[in-house]
């Protein structure tokens, strides 16, 4: 589904953020990229959602070379493509239910629908008691679980979550971590950007990496979640 082949990625100034990295990752995936803060975690990510480039290899996501995609192929990937940042940007002045909608009402869902899978996204990451709440009334775990549930809504079939659990109390952080693994149990691939060594023991599949290069790939029998 994820394909690298010797991908490399350069920043001026002579940066080599990603360097000859090759693996793959089969639908329904849960991977963790890990690794000191500056390893290239991210800019894996992004390279998987198309923001950035590869400048060298192939980058292959759902058989597609990201490197010859046009702008509509972009949009279509990005479609399938579900997006949850350190930093949320949740709308202050929108009840979480608005805020977990706002994807399917910008492609154009019926106001009815959106507002039952939101509430169904909600539900499965456990706010649906929160619908009416506003986002700053929320704990840091409960915004980023609301991520999540905005990032599942448009059913995408590959969830990207970069640092996810940055700020979070362990417990926060484990819960964030099983409501995107809820949607791996559901068929969702979900790759998940961590420094935090302490969340890698709900990982069946690690990939450690260090100044841009794959050090190791590990593969594990998970715990289960308690989900
Ligand atoms: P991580 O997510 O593991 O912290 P990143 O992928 O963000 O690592 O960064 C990898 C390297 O690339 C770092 O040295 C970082 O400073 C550099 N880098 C990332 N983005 C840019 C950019 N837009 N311009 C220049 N250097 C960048
Ligand atoms: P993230 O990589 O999660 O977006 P960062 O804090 O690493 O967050 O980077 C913030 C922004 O700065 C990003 O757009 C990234 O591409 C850019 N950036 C990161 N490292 C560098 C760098 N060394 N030089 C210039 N820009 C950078």
């Known amino acids: 589904m994820i394909e690298f082949f010797d991908v490399s990625r350069f920043y001026p100034g002579d940066i080599t953020a990603v360097s000859n990295i090759t693996f793959?990752?089969?639908p329904?995936?849960?991977?963790f990229l890990t690794g000191p803060s500056g390893a290239g975690k991210s800019t894996l990510l992004k390279m998987i959602a198309a923001i950035e480039k590869p400048d060298d290899g192939t980058l292959t996501v759902n058989g597609q070379d990201i490197a010859n995609l046009r702008p509509a192929g972009i949009a279509s990937l990005r479609q399938n493509l579900g997006l949850v940042l350190q930093q949320q940007a949740l709308l202050e002045d929108r009840t979480i239910l608005d805020n977990v909608m706002l994807p399917l009402i910008v492609t154009g869902t019926s106001r009815a629908e959106a507002?039952?899978?939101?509430?169904?996204?909600?539900?499965?990451?456990d706010l649906a008691d929160r619908a009416w709440f506003r986002p700053q009334t929320l704990s840091g775990g409960e915004q980023q679980r609301v991520a999540v549930a905005r990032a599942i809504v448009n059913k995408p079939k590959i969830i990207l979550a970069d640092e996810p659990t940055t700020n979070l109390d362990r417990e926060s952080a484990v819960k964030v971590i099983d409501a995107i693994?809820?949607?791996?149990?559901a068929g969702v691939t979900c790759i998940i950007a961590t420094h935090d060594g302490q969340l890698l023991e709900?990982?069946?599949r690690i990939i450690y990496l260090k100044q841009g290069r794959l050090i190791k790939s590990e593969q594990r029998v998970r715990p289960q979640t308690g989900r």
Not at 28 to 31: A, F, I, L, P, R
Not at 115 to 125: G, Q, S
Not at 181 to 185: D, I, M, R, T, V
């Open 115 to 125: 507002e039952a899978r939101a509430n169904a996204a909600l539900d499965k990451v």
């Open 202 to 204: 709900r990982a069946n």
């Open 181 to 185: 693994s809820f949607f791996q149990s």
């Open 24 to 26: 793959s990752i089969q």
């Open 28 to 31: 329904g995936e849960m991977v």
